[in-house]
């Protein structure tokens, strides 16, 4: 899987991986938004609805079709943000995803990690105005 780490943290992505929490689609999303990794061609669509406010994200869900890392980080990642506060959310970085998933994460590996990160706060600032994109992607 081109990760290293303790074989807890292994299974755990496995078992994501296998079993995705929160798959599929949110009848009424605040906003959803698709992004690929351009290296594989491999997606991931998130849905998300925040409360009233607009600050506290209430529900997360995703589909998509990849690799083990990327499925298992949006599964991992939809859990995580039910509840945070949408800020939390946009001040993500890669840092947070590898701690996360709790392994080592090869370089070229990363983009995988991060893809439902990206597509979750690329969604963010389309829906806030922020951001004009089609597509995301994780080649920069
Ligand atoms: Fe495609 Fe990981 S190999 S996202």
């Known amino acids: 899987m081109g990760i290293g780490g303790s074989d807890l943290y292994r ?3 496995l078992d994501h991986y296998k079993n995705p929490r929160n798959y599929g689609d949110l009848d009424e999303p605040t906003f959803s938004h698709v992004g690929e990794n351009p290296m594989c ?5 998130m849905d998300v609805v925040l409360d009233d406010d ?3 994200i ?3 869900a995703f589909e998509g079709d ?3 890392i990327s499925q298992a980080s949006a599964s991992m990642l939809s859990e995580q943000l039910q509840g945070m506060d949408i800020e939390e959310l946009r001040a993500m ?3 947070d995803i590898t701690e996360m998933l709790g392994v080592d994460i090869s370089p ?3 983009k995988c990690a991060v893809l439902a990160e990206k597509v979750a706060q690329d969604g963010a600032e389309i ?4 951001k004009d994109t089609g597509k995301t992607t994780v080649e920069e």
């Open 58 to 60: 209430e529900r997360v």
């Open 108 to 110: 070229m590996r990363v």
């Open 11 to 13: 299974q755990q992505i």
């Open 66 to 68: 990849g690799c083990a």
């Open 41 to 45: 061609g491999d997606t991931i669509e």
């Open 54 to 56: 607009e600050e506290t």
């Open 127 to 130: 829906y806030f105005g922020e």
């Open 93 to 95: 970085d890669r840092d």
